[in-house]
């Protein structure tokens, strides 16, 4: 199985300062169609999950400009430009390359 | 607008077998797969499997196989899992989740079925 690693694994945050979340793949999870196979979530407190970045840098529908997805094959990065009180919860990254694998979630908070 | 609904907390003891159901609204059922994920306390999810609910096709995970099987009833746009010969390290949150192949991800999640198996 593709195993993918989340740095960091806690982050508090600002209101209207930026943020950063890594995640790693063992595999790269590019297919050949050009496409990165790496989706990102939040979970909110006491919800379930909800989509946030499709294909590695795609905003889905709803999602506010100030999230945004970046990566290479295994190397990906999704970036709040400011972050606010609602985006609190955990965030991981999901790939659907193969057998789908979960990274181990970073939470975050708000100082 | 896209729904999916899970069926209630579930207490079972060790051996036992659970059914968790995930009825589907606001899209064409048999048009998209079922993933059923879950989450054990404090863990990340791992991923148990996925059924195609048009023609009833199913994977499962290596970790379960021949302990889970999905089915679905199409009339109800229901999914559902069944999860046999319960241990305690089964307790979790158990998600359904819609996949949207065009996007390759999870549209859309469930709210989750909380299963505590007890010793």
């Known amino acids: 199985d593709i195993v993918m690693t989340q740095s960091p694994l806690s982050l508090s945050v600002t209101p209207g300062e930026p943020a950063s979340i890594s995640c790693r793949s063992s595999?790269?999870?590019?297919?050949?169609?050009?496409?990165?196979?790496l989706g990102w979530y939040l979970q909110k407190p006491g919800q379930s999950p909800q989509l946030l970045i499709y294909?590695?840098?795609n905003r889905a529908a709803g999602v506010p400009d100030r999230f945004s997805g970046s990566g290479s094959g295994t190397d990906f990065t999704l970036k709040i430009s400011r972050v606010e009180a609602e985006d609190v919860g955990v965030y991981f990254c999901?790939?659907?390359?193969?057998?789908?694998?979960f990274g181990q979630g970073t939470r975050l908070e708000i100082k | 607008q896209v729904h999916l609904v899970q069926s209630g907390a579930e207490v079972k003891k060790a051996g036992a077998s659970v059914k968790v159901s995930c009825k589907a609204s606001?899209?064409?059922?048999?048009?998209?797969?079922i993933h059923w994920v879950r989450q054990a306390p404090g863990q990340s999810f791992e991923w148990v499997g996925w059924?195609?609910?048009?023609?009833?096709?199913?994977r499962y995970s290596q970790n379960f196989q021949g302990r889970v099987i999905f089915t679905r009833d199409t009339s109800a746009n229901t999914a559902y899992m069944e999860l046999s010969s319960l241990r305690s390290g089964d307790t979790a949150v158990y998600y359904c989740?819609?996949?949207?192949?065009?996007?390759?991800?999870?549209?859309?999640w469930g709210q989750g079925t909380q299963l505590i198996v007890s010793s």
């Open positions: 989740a819609r996949y949207f192949a065009n996007d390759e991800s999870f549209d859309f």
């Open positions: 606001g899209y064409s059922f048999t048009t998209f797969p």
């Open positions: 059924m195609n609910p048009g023609n009833g096709n199913t």
């Open positions: 595999q790269s999870l590019l297919h050949s169609n050009g496409y990165k196979y």
């Open positions: 294909l590695g840098s």
């Open positions: 999901i790939q659907t390359l193969q057998t789908p694998t």
